[in-house]
């Protein structure tokens, strides 16, 4: 895995990138982002969440483009396959999930501006540095070749079976809401401070542990740091992991204390480990 490009301006981006990973990993330990559950007025303004996540994602669409199209590999087959996985994931996390959210009437925003800005910074830099990457080819290593090296093929496995447990377990979640759905469980609750009603995920990977979308975030940018095989993809993997860790911990406990019925083999993120 190839390090610096020795573009000034790309390899600052990639150094920053990894600082801030630095950070995520280190704040973690002390506080979770605020949005949804964890979410707090003290930090100023929250929006609505549909609103909040289409603001935070969409640089991961926009920059990503612009910095793609700039480059002279822009159509090559490679990259193109590479572009197409970038916004198959992006398709889902910046436009359908956000508009999907489902919201009960009345409901407080719930996503902090200090989180969406923050969030356009890391999307930001983010999409400038695999778009830029994709279609600059840097270190010549996106021939057509790449695409049956085993490091693109396990790399695409473990990416597509990450996005597939993400993308289920969001259809789960999303469904609870629909009390016509007989799959939703019958337990439910107010949470203090708030209008809105949760309840007890089952099926699929909530089978197994409480946060089975924050795995299939976590496994899919595993396999995308592969499938690339350049450190852009594992400062994303860092930050990425640096977050949903420890919010998946808090979020298994806020359950446990929240619902005395909780699964009590559930665990918090890894399944029979953590």
Known sequence: MHWYTGNTFYDTVLTAAFAFAA????????AQSSYGRFSTTKLGLN??????W?????PATVVFLISYLAGPHRFDPTSLVLAAIWLLHYAN????FPLAIRQAPGKRGTFNV???????????????????LFSHDFFGQYTTAWLTDPRFLVGLLIYLCGFALLVNSESIVRNLRDKKNPGASASGLRASGSSAEYRIPFGGGFRFVTSPAYLGEIIAWSGFAVLTWALPGVAILLITAGNLIPRALGTHSWYQEKFPEYP??????????L
């Open 114 to 132: 200090s989180v969406i800005v923050m969030g356009m910074l890391v999307t930001s830099m983010h999409g400038y540095l695999n778009g830029t």
């Open 93 to 96: 996390r910046g436009w359908f």
């Open 54 to 58: 289409w603001l935070m994602e969409i």
């Open 264 to 273: 009590t083999d559930r665990k918090a993120l890894i399944p029979y480990v």
């Open 47 to 52: 929006l609505n969440p549909k609103l909040g």
């Open 23 to 30: 950070f995520v990993i280190i704040g973690g330990f002390f």
